[in-house]
């Protein structure tokens, strides 16, 4: 009877595992992007208060992602087109899900040492909102400060 009710229950788990990467699929609007600092808890806006950015997730195995700063102006110089750079993130490759997370190895991205890694991502959803927070890592953004980043999507209707 245990064993019955294990397989049950993993069954059940799997099949809400499943929905939950089927979910990823569609169109996302960025509601927010927070770097958390490992060392303080302290979580910043980096982007600003109103970041834009739009994801594209297919049930095909694609994620695209391009997320700006608010308030970013057209570059003039070299040192404008380098901060543009460092107030941006953006990456494309193909996903997969594994459990509660989601793992894009990585084709094109602002960052080129990103490119040919598998960037890892724990997702969870809230109604139409899905929250993406990463492992701690150095960020580039950042001076290589190790950050968690949290980021906040709602569906697009």
Known sequence: MRTVLAAITLALASSV????????A??????????????TRARTPVLGEHPKGTMVVTSAGRWITVVT???RKVPQTDEERAAALRSMIAYAGRYRVEGDKV??????????????TDQTRFFRF????????SAPQPHPNVGGKVV????T????N
């Open 126 to 133: 809230d109604g139409d909102r899905l929250h993406i927070e």
């Open 153 to 156: 999507w709602e569906r697009e």
């Open 69 to 71: 700063a608010e308030g």
């Open 103 to 116: 793992v894009t190895k990585i084709e094109v991205a602002w960052n080129e040492a990103w490119v040919g």
């Open 26 to 39: 569609g169109t996302w609007n960025l509601v927010s992007v927070a770097y958390e600092d490992v060392a």
């Open 17 to 24: 595992l499943a929905d939950d990467g089927a979910r990823l």
């Open 148 to 151: 968690r980043v949290i980021v």
